[in-house]
């Protein structure tokens, strides 16, 4: 396995493990996972057309969403009127982050730490670390937040994946509870009744088991996100004609910072650690 350097101009890197399975990252754009090459099949939906345009934020890959997760249903600094509004889905997605190759377990280390641009938003000393685990037909997230400063620090945490679909009329989806929040419309809905809609564009959170799962009748293939609590929100969230698919393991949903709602504190010097993964199986 390695990491080099796959396009200089994008500054992403490539990491591999055959020339049939290997993903690639941009450390310079909030770390995005831009591409997931299994079995030498596509995984993730990526514009890379947009993705050149740093003006717009990214459509594709895996998304790292940190310090909130969705937007903040507020006019103001939740911390003070010295400091900016957290924007949707925090700041790491926009930041630079460093990384690393892991020798013992051969996995892609990814790093996030506090600096001038984070103290605009967030008053608080962090490490974050995503330990990336690569293997045949699996990528595996080890998520470990550790507050360095003296007071409880609170955390949302989400990873945003979107998924290359044949077309979204060829998708089954199981392992999702009996009903889903309409994160548009903020009301209770019938799961089944929202998800016959995903062709004309959906966006759902559910409380799941810790999995979630669609299947693709056209590519002949299932993809499993295995995401225990407390990272086990799921969001399923699709932008027609776009023919792609978001299953997102989220720890809290919107507005959690404000009206507390399965908001997580880390008490000073502890850390929080999460974990995520996402199988590929076929279908014969």
Not at 212 to 240: A, C, M, Q
């Amino acid at each position: 396995m390695q990491i080099k350097l796959s396009n200089k101009d994008l500054g992403i890197f490539v990491f591999q493990l055959d020339q049939k399975n290997y993903i690639k990252f941009c450390p310079g754009r909030g770390g995005v996972i831009t591409n997931w090459v299994s079995d030498g099949k596509e995984i993730l939906y990526f514009d890379e057309k947009r993705f050149m345009d740093k003006k717009k934020s990214i459509r594709g890959g895996i998304p790292i969403l940190f310090p909130i997760c969705g937007n903040l249903n507020t006019s103001s600094s939740v911390f003070g009127k010295e400091y900016l509004q957290l924007t949707q889905h925090g700041f790491a997605r926009d930041l630079q982050w460093q990384h690393s190759f892991n020798e013992n377990k051969k996995s892609l280390c990814l790093f996030l730490n506090e600096s001038k641009k984070t103290k605009k938003y967030y008053p608080f000393d962090f490490d974050l670390r995503i330990e990336v685990n690569l293997k045949i037909n699996y990528l595996g997230f080890e998520i470990t937040i550790h507050n360095k400063t003296y007071f409880a620090m609170p955390i949302n945490f989400g990873l945003h994946p979107y998924f290359n679909v044949s077309d979204l009329k060829n998708l089954e989806f199981t392992d999702n509870p009996l009903n889903c929040q309409d994160q548009e419309r903020n009301i209770i809905s019938n799961t089944l009744d929202e998800l016959n809609k995903i062709n004309l564009g959906v966006d759902l959170l559910m409380y799941t088991s810790g999995r979630s799962s669609f299947r693709d009748k056209i590519f002949k293939r299932e993809v499993t996100l295995n995401h225990p609590y407390p990272f086990d929100l799921g969001i399923i969230w699709s932008d027609p004609p776009r023919r792609m698919i978001c299953l997102e393991p989220w720890t809290s949903p919107r507005n959690s910072f404000v009206d507390g709602f399965r908001n997580i504190l880390i008490p000073s010097n502890e850390s929080k650690r999460l974990n995520a993964s996402i199988q590929i199986n076929s279908l014969t």
